[in-house]
């Protein structure tokens, strides 16, 4: 008896020993290991979402935020019948019963646990679902992207895909800013994985807050305007930019077609309306591109804006192509002509005189054929043909805007050199990230600054006394530059009768604080050329750009918009100008090649019958004095002679004047004003 008592006390320690070391294996020695695996199974990491960072525009505007909301997603693993639990959730959520079963099924027969039923749900949704505690419903709490503005600024801002990431515009450029850092929270859960308690291991970091450049106000009138535009001209698409030309800031650009940021892509959505027509679309500008030619020409060579130009007529034949002007051919001109009245003959003189060389180089100079860097996806650099692939005809076709293709955003960098003096700025569309200012890039000198004043003094006459007459501003001077470039059909190799009517220009001319530029790409026949159809949106966008930014007016308030220009003894005709409605309208410029006999003469006896129409009406006074040759007096020597003889004259900068327009021993007629450009 005492042996089996033995036995089994000997037993029982044993395996008390065992138990005990078991235990301080558990307890003392494992016990780490043990409670982390434990922590594993009862406790869940669930992620915080952190806010993506607001897109303000340049006056802190909201144009881009996220906002907190709820989604509801089932376990299709555990709803215990499929079919009622659908017919249970449509009811609440005002869901398709059938689509919703679909969607359940398939996931429980694939094995997935988790499926997202609704996005965004109401408060009493939310109230509802709660109530009925079961365990195979879920309610997260997440953020959701919101575009206060609707369409506005669209293709600036862009939009987010289903996981909250930028997939266009300043959304996709700048993801790594505005995304921010999610958060962490441990979750304690039962048995049955219900939360029990939490605590928050991370708090989530929102993304940085962006500021634009661009102007709500500014960016509003714009896509109407461009919208109103491509309507009424039957366009395919548009596009404008709004510049500042001394910092690059992008005031506004507009694409149409446009679309909602807020409502995601739809089966059968057209496609072209989420491109950015203004940078990402490349077209062949025509006879804006003049502007280039002519300021490589005063940079290049000796010509000067009175330099006598051959037009020969209006036709022009190069080793076997022949060029026509779309008006009336015109013969010897000034060099200012050949831009006022747009003559494709003249450009191409000019351009011959610049040559390959210098003309390649300028052309790339002005920015062309590259990218300027805006931080927005898919910008199209366009397209400049290196030298060695420029064929004999290459020269002519460039010089009016031919064989080569730019976009609206480069045009309006290009017009900037102009409106600046003479340098390069590169386009700035972010102002701010947090409260961090955005460096304005440095600027490039292209033109010198006499040179880019001398253009813009051209660039007043297209305004004045040429094509562009449709865009003159109430109460500011400006200059500017309409195209009207032929659509090439790469199928049949040949120029359509279908165009990019565009205008580029600046307002006030003598110290420009916009540039803006328009294109309309897909118009058709002469109501479609830029003076036509790009021209009046300049008007209204300028117009609308200068009260907004309070910029003093530099003419008289009492001008009447109809008064018409005086004859110009420099043109073979005389240029009519009109802002009214239904009044006479001044030829349009084009780019049409080998274009049908008779046509231009058709135009101008069209245009010469509406001259005889207004009659004596159309010219503002008898011709008075001639001008004075002011070149290399002070400015007080200059006003005092003016004022002796009753002139206006309206000077810029100090110094000597260097510059003056009109030029000396042009008559002056009633109302004329005469500018000078001091220098020192």
């Known amino acids: 008896m005492e042996r089996r008592l033995t036995w089994l006390a000997l037993i029982i320690g044993i395996w008390g020993a065992a138990i005990l070391a078991n235990l301080i294996s558990l307890q003392v020695v494992h ?61 609440v959520l005002h869901l398709d019963r059938a ?60 939009a987010v895909d289903f996981e909250e990431k930028g997939n266009a515009g300043i959304e996709k450029a700048l993801e790594n800013e505005l995304r921010g850092i999610p958060g962490r929270a441990r979750m304690l859960t039962d048995v049955k994985r219900r939360g029990i308690e939490s605590q928050q291991a991370q708090e989530p970091r929102a993304g940085t807050p962006i500021t634009l450049t661009i102007d709500e106000r500014l960016q509003f009138v714009a896509e109407r305007e461009i919208a109103a535009a491509v309507a009424a001209h039957h366009a395919a698409s548009g596009s404008v930019v709004v510049m500042n030309p001394y910092t690059g800031d992008v005031l506004a650009l507009a694409s149409y077609p446009t679309y909602d940021p807020n409502v995601p892509p739809q ?14 679309v490349p077209f062949e500008p025509g006879s804006v591109f003049k502007v280039i030619t002519l300021s490589a020409a005063l940079e290049t060579t000796s010509l000067n804006p009175e330099s006598p130009i051959n037009c020969n007529g209006g036709k022009i034949t190069l080793y076997g ?30 351009g011959l005189r610049v040559g390959q060389t210098n003309m390649n180089d300028y052309v790339r100079r002005f920015g062309f054929g590259r990218r300027t860097a805006i931080p927005l996806p898919g910008e199209s650099p366009g397209k400049v043909r290196k030298l060695q692939y420029w064929g004999k005809t290459s020269l002519p076709s460039v010089s009016m805007g031919q064989e080569v293709s730019v976009t609206t955003l480069q045009l309006a960098q290009a017009a900037c050199v102009i409106a600046n003096g003479g340098s390069l700025v590169k386009p700035r569309l972010v102002l701010k990230k947090g409260n961090q200012p955005e460096p304005a890039a440095p600027p ?75 294109s309309l790409n897909g118009t058709h026949g002469e109501a479609g050329f830029g003076g036509q159809a790009a021209a009046p949106v300049f008007k209204v966008v300028a117009g609308e750009a200068l009260r907004i930014f309070d910029v003093p007016k530099d003419l008289p308030e009492t001008e009447n918009a109809r008064t018409l220009v005086t004859r110009n003894e420099d043109l073979d005709d005389l240029a009519i100008s009109d802002l009214g409605a239904g009044g006479p309208n001044i030829l349009e410029d084009g780019d049409e090649e080998d274009a049908a006999p008779g046509a231009a003469s058709a135009a101008a006896a069209a245009a010469a019958s509406d001259a005889a129409s207004v009659g004596t009406m159309v010219i503002k006074g008898a011709p008075g004095p001639t001008v004075p040759n002011f070149r ?9 002679e003016a004022a002796a003889k009753g002139l206006v004259v309206l000077p810029e900068g100090s110094g000597v004047a260097r510059v003056q327009y009109p030029a000396p021993g042009t008559p002056l007629h009633e109302g004329d004003r005469i500018r000078v450009q001091f220098a020192r």
């Open 444 to 518: 490039v000198r292209v033109l010198k600054p006499d040179n880019a004043i001398t253009m813009r003094q051209m660039m007043e006459g297209v305004v004045l006394v040429g094509t562009g007459s449709r865009a003159r501003l109430a109460g500011y001077s400006s200059g500017g530059k309409t195209g009207s470039a032929q659509i090439f059909d790469f199928a049949t190799r040949h120029y359509t009768h279908t165009y990019n009517g565009s205008y580029m220009g600046f307002a006030p001319l003598t110290n420009p604080a916009v540039v803006v530029v328009v």
């Open 632 to 640: 290399g007096k002070t400015m007080r020597d200059v006003l005092a």
């Open 321 to 350: 192509r022949t060029i026509h002007d779309s008006h009336a051919g015109m013969g010897v001109v000034p060099m200012k002509t050949v831009l006022a009245r747009s003559s494709n003959v003249g450009a191409i003189q000019v």
């Open 31 to 91: 016990h780490r290991a043990y409670a982390a695996k434990a922590r594993a199974i009862q406790e869940v990491v669930v992620q915080i979402p952190a806010p993506r960072g607001t897109i303000f525009d340049r006056n802190g505007q909201p144009l881009a935020m996220s906002i907190s909301t709820q989604s509801v997603h089932v376990n299709p693993q555990k709803v215990p019948d499929i079919g009622v639990a659908s017919e249970l959730l449509a009811l």
């Open 267 to 280: 089966p059968g959505d057209d496609p072209s309306a989420r491109l950015n027509h203004a940078v990402s």
């Open 99 to 158: 689509e919703l079963e679909s969607k359940m099924r398939a996931a429980y027969e694939s094995g997935r646990g988790y499926l997202r039923v609704k996005r965004n749900i109401s408060a009493e949704e939310s109230e509802s679902l709660r109530k009925m505690a079961l365990d195979w419903i879920g309610i997260a709490t997440e953020s959701q992207r919101h575009y206060p503005k609707g369409e506005l600024a669209a293709h600036v801002i862009g």
